[in-house]
C-alpha cells in the first residue's frame, strides 16, 4: 500500500448525510403535519454549503451558521417554530443520525487489514461526530479522531494538518492521504501542507489539487488498491 496512514472527512464521505439530512427534514415538517419530499432536504443541502462556504472563510460563526440555514429553509418552506429553536434540535437529530456511506466500511477494513493507520479529521464538534462514527460501526477501524474543537483550528488551516499530521504519529508526508468531499478545505488544505488528496463524491464542483476523484467508495478502494497491483 502506497499510503501508511489516511485521513477521512467524516460528514458526506465516511458517512451518507444527505440520506440522514433529509430523513430528518421530513421529520421536522411533520411536527407541522406536513409531508414533504426530498427536494426541500436538498434545498436545506444546498443552503448549507453555500453557508460553510462563509464559515471557512471565516466570514460567520459556526453557530450563526446553524441558525441561518434554517432561517433561509424556512423563507421558502414556512415552518412554525423559528429557526433559533429548530437549530439545535436539528444539530440533536443529526449527532444520532449515522448512515455509512456505501461501500465505507469495506474499504476501511480493507485498509486496516493492509495495516494501514485510520484516522478521521473533521471540521465538525469531535463529540457529535465521534458519536456518529461509533453507532454507524466504523470506529473499530480508526486508530484515532481529529476534529475542529479538539485541533484548535479548522481545515484548510495549516495549524489544523500540521496538528493532526504530528499527532498521528506518522513520520512521513509522502505517505499520507487525506480524503474529503470539499476541494478546498479537504483537499487542497491537505495538498498544501504536503500530503496527498482524494476528492470524493460530487457536492462541489471547484477545482481541486486532488490526485484521486471518486463518486463512491468502491471506486475510490479500486484507485487505491489497483495502482498497488499495477507496481507489485
Known amino acids: 500500500m502506497k499510503f501508511s496512514t489516511v485521513f477521512f472527512d467524516i460528514d458526506y464521505c465516511l458517512l451518507d448525510t444527505p440520506t440522514s439530512e433529509r430523513r430528518i427534514i421530513r421529520e421536522l415538517y411533520a411536527q407541522q403535519g406536513q409531508q414533504v419530499g426530498d427536494e426541500v432536504g436538498d434545498e436545506y443541502r444546498e443552503i448549507n454549503r453555500q453557508l460553510w462556504v462563509y464559515l471557512d472563510r471565516g466570514e460567520i460563526t459556526r ?35 449515522y448512515d455509512a456511506q456505501p461501500g465505507a466500511e469495506h474499504l476501511l477494513k480493507r485498509l486496516h487489514d493492509a495495516g494501514v493507520r485510520i484516522f478521521t479529521a473533521s471540521n465538525g464538534i469531535g463529540e457529535v461526530m465521534n458519536g456518529r462514527v461509533d453507532n454507524a460501526g466504523l470506529s473499530k477501524y480508526l486508530t484515532g479522531r481529529f476534529a475542529a474543537d479538539g485541533v484548535g483550528a479548522m481545515k484548510p488551516s495549516p495549524k489544523y494538518f500540521d496538528y493532526i499530521f504530528k499527532h498521528s504519529g506518522e513520520t512521513d508526508l509522502s505517505r499520507t492521504l487525506m480524503v474529503g468531499d470539499n ?12 500530503m496527498t488528496g482524494a476528492l470524493f463524491g460530487a457536492r462541489w464542483q471547484e477545482p481541486s489539487q486532488a490526485t484521486y476523484r471518486a463518486q463512491t467508495m468502491q471506486q475510490l478502494e479500486h484507485m487505491l488498491f489497483e495502482e498497488d497491483d499495477i507496481h507489485a
Not at 433561509?72 to 429553536?85: D, G, I, K, N, S
Not at 476541494?183 to 504536503?194: R, S
Open 63 to 97: 453557530e450563526r451558521l446553524y441558525v441561518m440555514r434554517f432561517e433561509r429553509l424556512f423563507q421558502a418552506h414556512p415552518f412554525f417554530r423559528p429557526a433559533e429553536e429548530v437549530a439545535p434540535w436539528f444539530l440533536d437529530q443529526l449527532a444520532h443520525a
Open 183 to 194: 476541494p478546498v478545505t479537504d483537499v487542497d488544505g491537505a495538498v498544501a501542507y504536503g
